[in-house]
């Protein structure tokens, strides 16, 4: 490592520590959410006034979510056994992870947070403690436990508990990854169900993901699974059940066999497993997700040179196309929460899945390239999942889930009106912007012909495809029509709206018109004919 690199690493080091150490200490905190000005206030909050509401809930626990916050109150729970590439490294060790978590949830789905870390490794002691503290929350996230000890605690804890619970290590990954697999297999012009996939890597990520990936048609006899010993294959011996169910009857033995020919790669083991040689061998426009931290297993430079074809994504901000778990856990919980869900179902998590990979499709808002400092963001090989600070999450995500809560029965208390839920999740992360909606609703009740100048430009093609698609009004573009068209490919916006060239000869006529109107509207303020024509030409 040169030591720019060096220097830089250590500067970022300590960087982190100032960040941490700093006060107030921690990255969340307990503020009060009820009046506390005067003693009636303290008499209505604490004794006697807080016997009232606990003898309500005695008589119905539902009236918890009633009566408390337990509806918008997470645990984030972990043992320390697996600590995002540090290891094992305790419970205590954790505690800044699980509350960056915990802040994470708050700034972007204001749901709030307790971190509890549990000194116990033992899975069925971990779960009677899980159990014990469970009525105090509406949702549960497990987070950085190990393999194979984590999917028998989420299973045990997912049939005893009937609030949502998540073991986001696990589902996280998989939901995001699943939503970039569907979009980056539609760029490479394949099939779900005919493509061969090599996953590297079996632990708790790579099993949920691989699980995922079937349910979303990936046909398990095309999936070559290895782990630090190679392919999972029908000679090898004493394997977990969670590779068992991915045994794979070939005679292919290593990561570079397994390659060849393959059409997918999701790398979820360490930095540096793939050569460019492995990347070469694989098909047409392969897809490749090299998901290892800090390091992808190969480097996105190094894949882009050896194959420019590649669409790829990785688990670092600094690339295109972070996997990043922020783009679920939080609306997934959020939705969850809101309809009181008794748990997380495969039918909630593929709705996660559709609504994220849906959501890259769509135009993306000037905010959020301006955030990241670009000039232009839009489907394609560089962008297939939605940035994490994409403020649309919030409701395409949330009410993906609670729809589909409702659909599979398991939601307690259902939605019934979805624009106002949706205006309510807006205003619970300060982006009500009434008068704007406002505004909006009354030009979709009656929308009017906006012609749009410069129309080669891609801010003014963004404008039309926005009023377009909302329909907030019939947008007439002006242009050199070639060129507009040009350009509206070159962004990748589709628009089936009229382009007018203004220098067109058919428009003769209306350049006299609007010539002679630009005339006679300034001629007293000093507006001649000659001047009229250079203007309107």
Known sequence: ???????????????????????????????????????????????????????????????????????????????????????????????????????????????NVFDIEIDEKDPDKFIEIVKGIAPTFGGINLEDIKAPEAFYI???????????????????????????????LEIAGKKVEDIRMVVNGAGAAAVACTKLYVELGVRKENILMCDSKGVINKHRTNLTPEKLEFIADTDLQTLEEALQGADVFIGLSKGDVMSPEMLLSMAENPVVFGLANPDPEIEYNLAM??????????????????????????YIFRGALDVQATGINEEMKLAAVRAIAELAKEPVPEAVILAYNLKNLHFG????????????????????????????????????????????LLDRMGRDEKLIRMMQNRARSNPKRVTLGNAEEYNVLKAAQILYEEGIAHPILLGEKKYVQEQMKKFGIELNVPIIDPMDDDQEENRVRYRNTLWKGRQRKGMNEYKARRYVR
């Open 1 to 111: 490592m040169s030591s720019k690199n060096n220097r830089d690493e250590r500067n970022f080091n300590q960087a982190a520590l100032d960040y941490h150490r700093m006060e107030p200490k921690g990255k969340i905190e307990v503020i009060p959410s009820k009046p506390h000005s005067s003693q009636r206030d303290l008499s209505l909050a604490y004794s006697p006034g807080v016997a009232i509401p606990c003898l309500e809930i005695e008589k119905d626990t539902k009236k918890a979510y009633e009566y408390t916050g337990k509806g918008n109150l997470v645990a984030v729970i972990s043992n320390g056994t697996a600590v995002l590439g540090l290891g094992d490294i305790g419970a205590e060790a954790s505690k800044p992870v699980m509350e960056g978590k915990g802040l994470l949830f708050k700034i972007f789905a204001d749901i």
């Open 154 to 184: 989420e299973q045990r804890l997912k049939e005893e508990l009937n609030i949502p619970l998540m073991h986001d290590d696990q589902h996280g990954t998989a939901i995001i990854s699943a939503a970039a697999l569907l979009n980056a």
């Open 381 to 424: 090989r560089e962008y297939f999942i939605p940035k994490p600070f994409d403020n649309r999450l919030i409701t395409k995500v949330s009410i993906a889930v609670a729809k589909a809560a409702m659909e599979s029965g398991i939601a307690h208390k259902p939605i019934e009106d979805f624009d106002d839920y949706e205006n309510a």
């Open 305 to 330: 040179e050896t194959r420019p074809d590649t669409i790829m994504a990785t688990g670092r901000s600094d690339y295109p196309n972070q996997v990043n778990n922020v783009l679920g856990f939080p």
